[in-house]
């Protein structure tokens, strides 16, 4: 039976399973060592976790304040302040929400219109795109190229049109890696001040920067972070990605307009993991220690996969590593994801995906927030595909 009078149109009709799901899915039936989806394959610190049930033994089981817990936001200001020389109002200016994502997702819908044209970097986060269509907008990509993956500024700027109300930028990038700089920030400055746009700054892998770089926060910027929503994510920093847990800082007149659309979409997050967060985040050697953590694991990644056909990109930030396999196949990036994982075994993501229009590069992406021995070992299996 078909009902084609009560389905209308999809909203978003080029959607449709996530190259996450597809890879996964085909690496589990293969038995692949999985380093294409974007989370740890080791524990959270179990302080955390006895943070967590000892809240719940507490009774911090019903709905936190729509805002996100007081102390939790108190602690986050307190952060911002010592690293980002910055304060903030936690009442004002600081959203508890499901994650990075929903936070991202409610911002967009806070702001965008039908017919705003939005700025994505791309290779972006796969939300961004859907998220903005699912508003009536449309976004508008520039590309970054292969293989340094910098902006120039003066052709990102082109596609400013009077249309235009929101600029995207995530730093330290997902997925290429980049970390931009200071003359970046202030470049980006320049072009959100004098064409006045918002600007969303999608900053999850704020603590994962590399070989002694700093991240450049829109936070340091006065002048920018009045015109900014700015997102962040537990679950990146503290290894947890599925207890869902991110904020939003904004001035006090953006907040508002936010936590509009977050009430009705969310209304509030997890009560007793933010209670955790809030006595977690006093230790805060937990996260100034994450870029030793994470450089750690991408140069044995690296080390482990010296001497392989595979070439290693830079990476700066996050928790991705790309590698070009050109000199392996001529396979479009999609087909040798799935050849990777049917015939060798390791499951990686395709950067294809991550572009509207993408370029005929032949790079893949490899998560290294793993185990030693998941990375070992997915490191010797693809040791063994050869020159062409």
Same mark, same amino acid.
């Given at each position: 039976?078909?009902?084609?009078?009560?389905?209308p149109?999809?909203?978003?009709?080029?959607v449709?399973?996530?190259i996450?799901a597809?890879m996964?899915?085909l690496a589990?039936e293969?038995?692949a060592?999985?380093?294409s989806?974007?989370?740890?394959?080791?524990?959270?610190s179990?302080?955390?976790?006895?943070?967590?049930s000892?809240?719940?033994?507490?009774?911090?089981?019903?709905y936190?304040?729509m805002?996100?817990?007081?102390?939790?936001?108190?602690?986050?200001?307190?952060?911002?302040?010592?690293?980002?020389?910055?304060?903030?109002?936690? =009442?004002?200016?600081?959203? /508890?929400?499901?994650?990075?994502?929903? !936070?991202?997702f $409610?911002?967009l819908?806070?702001? +965008? &219109?039908?017919?705003?044209e939005?700025i994505?970097?791309?290779?972006?986060?796969?939300?961004?795109?859907?998220?903005?269509?699912?508003f009536?907008?449309?976004?508008i990509p520039?590309?970054?190229?292969a293989?340094?993956?910098?902006?120039?500024?003066a052709?990102?700027?082109?596609l400013i049109?009077?249309?235009?109300?929101?600029?995207?930028?995530?730093?330290?990038?997902n997925p290429?890696?980049?970390?931009?700089?200071a003359?970046?920030?202030?470049?980006?400055?320049q072009?959100?001040?004098k064409?006045?746009?918002?600007?969303?700054s999608d900053?999850?892998y704020?603590?994962?920067?590399?070989?002694?770089?700093q991240?450049?926060?829109?936070l340091?910027?006065p002048d920018?972070?009045?015109?900014s929503?700015?997102i962040?994510?537990?679950?990146?920093t503290?290894? =947890?990605?599925g207890?869902? /847990?991110?904020y939003?800082?904004?001035p !006090?007149?953006? $907040?508002?307009?936010?936590?509009? +659309? &977050?009430?009705?979409n969310?209304?509030?997050?997890?009560?007793?993991?933010?209670?955790a967060?809030?006595?977690?985040?006093?230790d805060?050697?937990?996260?100034?220690?994450?870029?030793?953590?994470?450089?750690?694991k991408?140069?044995?990644?690296l080390?482990?996969?010296?001497?392989s056909?595979f070439?290693?990109?830079?990476?700066k930030?996050?928790?991705?590593?790309l590698?070009?396999?050109?000199?392996i196949?001529?396979m479009n990036?999609?087909?040798?994801?799935?050849?990777?994982?049917?015939?060798?075994?390791?499951?990686?993501i395709?950067?294809?995906?991550?572009?509207?229009?993408?370029?005929?590069?032949?790079?893949?992406?490899?998560c290294f927030?793993?185990?030693?021995?998941?990375l070992r070992?997915?490191?010797?299996?693809?040791?063994d595909?050869?020159?062409?």
């Amino acid at each position: 039976m078909t009902l084609p009078t009560l389905i209308p149109a999809s909203k978003l009709p080029n959607v449709g399973t996530t190259i996450f799901a597809i890879m996964s899915g085909l690496a589990n039936e293969h038995d692949a060592v999985n380093l294409s989806q974007g989370f740890p394959d080791f524990l959270c610190s179990e302080k955390l976790i006895e943070l967590v049930s000892r809240a719940m033994r507490d009774g911090k089981n019903q709905y936190a304040p729509m805002p996100g817990d007081p102390i939790l936001r108190q602690r986050i200001s307190q952060k911002v302040e010592k690293l980002y020389n910055l304060n903030i109002d936690p =009442n004002s200016e600081i959203t /508890i929400t499901a994650g990075g994502t929903q !936070a991202l997702f $409610t911002a967009l819908g806070a702001f +965008v &219109h039908p017919g705003d044209e939005v700025i994505i970097i791309e290779p972006a986060y796969d939300s961004y795109k859907p998220s903005i269509e699912l508003f009536g907008g449309k976004a508008i990509p520039y590309a970054l190229m292969a293989p340094d993956y910098e902006i120039n500024w003066a052709e990102l700027e082109k596609l400013i049109s009077p249309a235009t109300r929101i600029l995207m930028f995530n730093n330290p990038q997902n997925p290429t890696g980049q970390v931009f700089s200071a003359n970046d920030i202030a470049a980006l400055r320049q072009i959100i001040i004098k064409h006045n746009l918002l600007l969303i700054s999608d900053e999850v892998y704020e603590h994962l920067t590399f070989d002694g770089l700093q991240h450049e926060s829109v936070l340091k910027y006065p002048d920018l972070y009045e015109r900014s929503m700015v997102i962040f994510s537990f679950g990146k920093t503290y290894h =947890n990605t599925g207890w869902k /847990i991110g904020y939003c800082i904004a001035p !006090a007149e953006l $907040t508002k307009e936010f936590r509009k +659309v &977050h009430q009705f979409n969310v209304f509030s997050a997890n009560t007793p993991v933010q209670s955790a967060y809030a006595d977690f985040m006093l230790d805060e050697n937990e996260y100034l220690k994450l870029p030793n953590f994470y450089q750690t694991k991408r140069d044995y990644l690296l080390q482990s996969m010296h001497g392989s056909a595979f070439k290693p990109l830079v990476c700066k930030g996050s928790y991705f590593q790309l590698f070009d396999y050109s000199n392996i196949s001529d396979m479009n990036d999609v087909e040798f994801c799935k050849w990777l994982i049917i015939n060798h075994g390791v499951a990686a993501i395709p950067l294809s995906v991550f572009y509207t229009n993408p370029p005929d590069d032949r790079v893949i992406r490899l998560c290294f927030a793993k185990k030693e021995h998941t990375l070992r070992m997915a490191a010797d299996r693809l040791k063994d595909i050869i020159l062409m």
